[in-house]
Each structure stands twice: as structure tokens, then as C-alpha cells.
């Protein structure tokens, strides 16, 4: 079956950086759009990036975050990743993986971002 499992998150302070991991296995990753979605506290979980199967680096990303964000994957180890960059506090969410396969949403646990001084 589908297995998501992110990584990387942790507490980081205004400024910095992180990158985020996602393992996929259970699909034929390298066919499949992958996003990454984010869910602030009391708040609606938000499409953040998308890579197209082809694409190595780069993707779509939601206005609001001004480019600070990058997608990335890497299909020969079914990997795909979120580096970012110049972290804000509004930026604490928990992160998430998704793929779509058909009409079912696949989601990993998440994994929690935290920007604070």
C-alpha cells in the first residue's frame, strides 16, 4: 500500500532554514505528481508546492510564499523533498506529503515546523 513518511521538521529560529524529506513507496513514484500541504494551528491544510513527475527541481508554489520555498525530487530513490528558506514565524505548520491516485488521497503523519526565537 501507499506509505508516505516525512521528515526533517524541528525548531528553527526567524531566518533560517530547513528541508524537509518525504519517503514514498507502495506506488510507481516516478509516474505520479507529488505536493506538499501545510496546516497551521486552527487553520485549513493549505497546498504549498507541486512537482510534476518529470521534473527534478522546481514546481508550482502558493503565492504566499514569495519564493522562499523549493520542490525538488529525486525518482531513483522515490524521495521528495521541501527546502526552505528565510523562515517566518507564520510559517509553523505541520507539513505534510500527498500524492493523488485516482480519487484517493494519500497522506503521510506530517511533520511538525516550528518557527519561533
Known amino acids: 500500500q501507499v506509505q508516505l513518511v516525512e521528515s526533517g521538521g524541528g525548531l528553527v529560529q526567524p531566518g533560517g532554514s530547513l528541508r524537509l524529506s518525504c519517503a514514498a513507496s507502495?506506488?510507481?513514484?516516478?509516474?505520479?505528481?507529488m505536493y506538499w500541504y501545510r496546516q497551521a494551528p486552527g487553520k485549513e491544510r493549505l497546498l504549498i508546492a507541486t512537482?510534476?513527475?518529470?521534473?527534478?527541481?522546481?514546481?508550482h508554489y502558493a503565492e504566499f510564499l514569495e519564493g522562499r520555498f523549493t520542490i525538488s525530487r529525486d525518482n531513483a530513490n522515490n524521495m521528495v523533498y521541501l527546502q526552505m528558506n528565510s523562515l517566518k514565524t507564520e510559517d509553523t505548520a505541520v507539513y505534510y506529503c500527498?500524492?493523488?491516485?485516482?480519487?484517493?488521497?494519500?497522506w503521510g503523519q506530517g511533520t511538525q515546523v516550528t518557527v519561533s526565537s
Open positions: 500527498n500524492t493523488l491516485r485516482g480519487l484517493t488521497n494519500h
Open positions: 512537482i510534476t513527475p518529470e521534473t527534478r527541481s522546481g514546481g
Open positions: 507502495g506506488f510507481i513514484f516516478s509516474t505520479f505528481a
